[in-house]
Nanobody, 123 residues
Framework: QVQLVESGGGLVQAGGSLRLSCAASGRTFSNYAVGWFRQAPGKEREFVGAISRSGGSTQYPDSVKGRFTISRDNAKNAVYLQMNSLKPEDTAVYYC????????????????WGQGTQVTVSS
């Protein structure tokens, strides 16, 4: 497995931007697809996007498409989630997760997880 650590969360006003980072260690990072998920209090974990092992393809749900962008730098063992036009409903703990296959939208398909970083969007 690969170890993951998220950073970059914080408090931002609606309409603002944040960039989350996911730093990896332990294995060859380019062998892992990475997904981003979020979980708000009382809600199920939600898929917010994923990126392939090479970074050549991404997938987003409609709820964030056009606002969120995932990228990765395998030389730095890092994946990024750029979040623009943030809304109060984007408030949640954000997690990155890795799997040693192609990316998937279901959280249970991932076997390595970070500890999460809180994102709070004020109205």
């Amino acid at each position: 497995q690969v170890q993951l650590v998220e950073s970059g969360g914080g408090l931002v006003q609606a309409g603002g931007s944040l960039r989350l980072s996911c730093a990896a260690s332990g294995r060859t990072f380019s062998n892992y697809a990475v997904g981003w998920f979020r979980q708000a209090p009382g809600k199920e974990r939600e898929f917010v996007g994923a990126i392939s092992r090479s970074g050549g393809s991404t997938q987003y749900p409609d709820s964030v498409k056009g606002r969120f962008t995932i990228s990765r730098d395998n030389a730095k063992n890092a994946v990024y989630l750029q979040m623009n036009s943030l809304k109060p409903e984007d408030t949640a703990v954000y997690y990155c997760a890795a799997r040693g296959y192609s990316y998937a939208p279901s959280w249970y398909d991932y076997d390595s997880w970070g500890q999460g970083t809180q994102v709070t969007v004020s109205s």
